[in-house]
């Protein structure tokens, strides 16, 4: 079936210490994947996105990396701070799907 | 931000009621989105727009309804609320497509 979801619900990450978020894909055909952090009380912000044809991707401190291999994307925050506890969603647009289906996110919490 | 606007921010209703959401957007983005969010659902697609009058169905869309008569407000209209529809309604716009979209704030609806 259809489904884009994460290893684990909950991480909890020391201050400082690199976070590996994880996401899995089922869909074979989805050509573009995109990760969003939501902080408590507020929208989803898209931090970054990566097409099927890259294996890896890098903004300011994230890196998004994707095995097309094993259906995996994974979402990797270098020195994290307190600023960067907030669900984390992974979404994936299928070719021709025109619809973006998002993930159940985990919850990235951060340890002083 | 990409400049999105929400309104209101909370309401408290009652079943059988009409209730209209607001979106507002300054960034002239040519798509428009609502979403639902739900434990244990995630993000989940209601309705959306693709031009000014062009709007499209999505994954959850039976009680709701939408309206758009110019670029920058997209409507959203529960004809009969039910306490299924308690839930926390995202906007979100994209200059392309379903990709890179923009969250707002959100609204925080209840049906008692």
């Known amino acids: 079936g259809e489904s884009v979801g994460l290893h684990l619900p909950t991480l909890s990450v020391q201050e400082g210490d690199n976070s590996i978020i994880n996401c899995a894909y089922s869909n074979s055909a989805s050509d573009y994947f995109i990760w969003y952090k939501q902080e408590s009380g507020k929208g989803p912000q898209f931090i970054i996105d990566?097409?099927?044809?890259?294996d890896k991707r890098q903004g300011q401190r994230v890196t998004v990396l994707l095995n097309k291999t094993v259906k995996h994307l994974s979402l990797q925050i270098a020195a994290t701070q307190p600023g960067d506890s907030a669900v984390y969603f992974c979404?994936?647009?299928?070719?021709?799907?025109?619809?973006?289906?998002f993930g159940q996110g985990t919850r990235l919490t951060i340890n002083p | 931000d990409a400049g999105i606007t929400q309104s209101p921010r909370h309401k408290v209703t009652e079943t059988g009621t009409p209730v209209t959401l607001r979106c507002h957007q300054t960034e002239n983005h040519r798509y428009m989105y609502w979403y639902r969010q739900d434990p244990g659902h995630g993000l989940r697609l209601i309705h959306y727009?693709?031009?000014?009058?062009?709007?499209d169905k999505g994954e959850v869309s039976d009680g709701y309804s939408v309206s758009r008569s110019k670029t920058e407000d997209f409507l959203l209209t529960l004809e009969s609320a039910t306490s299924s529809q308690t839930s926390v309604y995202f906007c979100a716009t994209s200059g392309q497509g379903y990709y890179e979209q923009y969250f707002g704030p959100g609204t925080r609806l209840t049906v008692t």
């Open positions: 990566i097409r099927s044809n890259m």
């Open positions: 979404a994936e647009i299928r070719q021709g799907a025109q619809k973006l289906v």
């Open positions: 727009s693709y031009g000014v009058k062009d709007t």
